[in-house]
């Protein structure tokens, strides 16, 4: 399975863009790319997940590269309330056991 | 959606005991699995739970130390057996939906804060 490198923490001010990266230059054809965050001592939550096309929900905008090795979680306007760990993570398509969880980035909103 | 429920949201125990954690979903679901998390790291996939047969376990993981149950499509149990402080962490439920297959989105419920003294 592709690996996933993120910073270990990211610091953002109220109201900005906070543009979250990863890598995952190992990345297969058939694998998608999910985000998730935890914020502290919650369950994890969904945030968006993608292919190869740029997403965007209500939440947040996914864009990858065209040569699908990294891409980069987008909060238009952060609040504090977005204070979390977001988790990248690959995983190939239907084969639901392989969610595994790397280290993270724990993005800090600022006022 | 789902709505995931734990039990216990937190426990304290005595290391050489038991705990058993309970997992349940107000929907019926794909796939059920349990993860851990040890104090400041990430989640770790421990097994996958199996309606009605053995659990799928990930490398490091044992049934013996862990035994799953998981009788019907909306519940399912997490045992840790003969605790030691190593094993203090939290413990989270996770499932897939029937009915989004193709999107694979994770929910997970609250978690399982477990202390071992």
């Known amino acids: 399975d592709a690996k996933t490198t993120q910073p270990t923490s990211m610091d953002c001010a109220e109201g900005r863009a906070a543009n979250l990266p990863c890598n995952h230059s190992?990345?297969?054809?058939?694998?998608?790319v999910y985000w998730y965050r935890q914020i502290h001592s919650q369950g994890p939550q969904y945030i968006i997940h993608g292919l190869k096309n740029n997403e965007t929900n209500e939440m947040a905008s996914l864009i990858i590269t065209e040569d699908r090795k990294s891409s980069t979680l987008i909060l238009p306007h952060a609040t504090l309330r977005d204070t979390a760990v977001y988790y990248c993570?690959?995983?190939?398509?239907?084969?639901?056991?392989?969610?595994?969880f790397g280290s993270g980035t724990k993005l800090n909103v600022k006022p | 959606s789902a709505v995931i429920s734990q039990k216990p949201s937190r426990d304290i125990c005595q290391r050489g005991t038991s705990l058993t954690i309970q997992c349940q979903v107000d929907?019926?679901?794909?796939?059920m699995f349990w993860y851990r998390q040890q104090p400041g790291q990430s989640l770790t996939l421990i097994a996958t739970a199996n309606q009605g047969s053995e659990a799928t376990y990930e490398s490091g993981f044992v049934i013996d130390k862990f035994p799953i149950s998981r009788p019907n499509l909306t519940f399912s149990t997490l045992t840790v057996s003969n605790m030691s402080p190593e094993d203090s962490s939290i413990y989270l439920c996770s499932v897939v939906t029937s009915g989004v297959a193709n999107t694979g989105e994770l929910f997970f419920g609250e978690g399982s804060r477990l202390t071992v003294l």
């Open positions: 190992t990345i297969s054809g058939n694998e998608y």
């Open positions: 993570i690959v995983r190939p398509r239907g084969n639901f056991n392989k969610f595994y």
């Open positions: 929907s019926q679901v794909t796939m």
